[in-house]
């Protein structure tokens, strides 16, 4: 399983853009990077996935180097209810090896300020 | 569409006790997990299910039974509650997809406290 590597905590002010960078050296060919969302209290929830390049969806964007062995979590103009865990996952698909393997490390806690 | 369903929401056990929590999705997906996490931790894999009747190990599976006899529903059995089970228990489906991508849904959770 790869091994990811990501900030303990940010702190961001509101309506700032925010970048969590995850740092995944050992990212097999068939991973793709996968982004969770986890509030206090709640169940982690899907944001963004990708497998290279740049993914955007209406909540966030994904930035992966040609090479793969990091990737970008940018969160555009957050507020307060940001304020969550966020959680990079690298793993393969479920058709790739039974099911799919990720490990959920500690996460980077971002705290958004007033 | 209720997603991934969790019972119960919270339960105290004395230590030996035994019980069983219970998941359930309407989402008609074949994969079905069981995670724990403890504070401040990252979610770790207790038991998976790939499909209906058959289920495997993850990374903690011990001192956990797990069952899966029908498709939207995985039952995670604890025989002898012990402390070091203490924790929040989350369930999880997916659908796997023929590119590779998955994502995973998360029912709210189910905090044990075992005494």
């Known amino acids: 399983l790869a091994k990811t590597t990501q900030p303990i905590s940010m702190d961001s002010y509101e309506g700032q853009e925010v970048n969590i960078t995850c740092s995944h050296n050992?990212?097999?060919?068939?991973?793709?990077i996968t982004w969770y969302q986890q509030f206090p209290s709640q169940g982690p929830r899907f944001i963004i996935q990708?497998?290279?390049t740049k993914v955007t969806n209406e909540v966030a964007s994904l930035f992966i180097p040609a090479d793969r062995k990091s990737s970008t979590l940018s969160l555009p103009r957050v507020s307060l209810s940001d304020t969550a865990v966020y959680y990079c996952?690298?793993?393969?698909?479920?058709?790739?090896?039974?099911?799919?393997?990720?490990?959920f490390g500690t996460g980077t806690k971002l705290q958004v300020i007033p | 569409n209720a997603g991934v369903t969790q019972t119960p929401k919270f339960r105290v056990l004395k230590t030996g006790q035994s019980m069983t929590l219970l998941c359930a999705q309407d989402?008609?997906?074949?994969?079905m997990y069981w995670y724990r996490q403890d504070p401040g931790m990252g979610l770790r894999l207790i038991h998976y299910?790939?499909?209906?009747?058959?289920?495997a190990k993850g990374e903690v599976p011990d001192g956990y039974n797990v069952s899966r006899l029908k498709k939207q529903n995985f039952l995670l059995g604890l025989e002898s509650a012990a402390p070091s089970q203490t924790s929040v228990y989350f369930c999880?489906?997916?659908?796997?997809?023929?590119?590779?991508?998955?994502?995973?849904?998360f029912g709210p959770g189910t905090r044990l406290l075992v005494l």
């Open positions: 990708g497998y290279k």
């Open positions: 050992n990212i097999a060919t068939n991973d793709y």
């Open positions: 299910s790939v499909g209906e009747g058959t289920t």
């Open positions: 989402m008609n997906h074949e994969y």
């Open positions: 999880a489906s997916s659908r796997p997809q023929t590119s590779g991508e998955e994502t995973q849904y």
């Open positions: 996952l690298v793993g393969a698909g479920g058709n790739s090896g039974g099911y799919q393997k990720v490990t």
